[in-house]
C-alpha cells in the first residue's frame, strides 16, 4: 500500500465513524416533538411527553431507548433520558 491509500482509507473510516456516533438523541428532527422551544432546552410537560412518545415510531423508540441505556451516549441528554426511562420504559 502506498501513502495516498492508507491516508483514503483512514479518511473514509474517520467519515464513517463521524455518521455512526450521531444517533437518535442527535436528530433534531427526533428530538423537537418532546421540546416546547426550536432550541430544545425546555421539555414538554409530563402530558405531551407521554404523547411525543407515543407518537414515535417504533423502531425510533427503539433507537432512542438503547442510546439512553448507554452512559456515554445519554450524557448530553441526561434529562430528556430521565424523563424517557420513567415515561417511555413503562410503555416497553
Known amino acids: 500500500m502506498n501513502i495516498k491509500n492508507i491516508f483514503l482509507g483512514a479518511m473514509a473510516l474517520s ?21 416546547t422551544d426550536s432550541s430544545m432546552k425546555t421539555m414538554k410537560p409530563e402530558a405531551d411527553f407521554k404523547a ?17 441505556q448507554d452512559a456515554a451516549m445519554s450524557k448530553p441528554h441526561a434529562e430528556f433520558c430521565a424523563n424517557l ?6 410503555n416497553k
Not at 411525543?52 to 439512553?68: G, H, R
Not at 426511562?85 to 413503562?90: E, Q
Request: glycine content about 10%; aromatic content about 10%.
Open 85 to 90: 426511562m420513567a415515561y417511555g420504559g413503562a
Open 52 to 68: 411525543a412518545w407515543a407518537a414515535t415510531p417504533k423502531d425510533k423508540q427503539d433507537k432512542m431507548m438503547k442510546e439512553c
Open 15 to 35: 467519515m464513517i465513524s463521524g455518521v455512526v456516533l450521531a444517533g437518535a438523541l442527535d436528530e433534531p428532527d427526533n428530538m423537537a416533538p418532546f421540546f
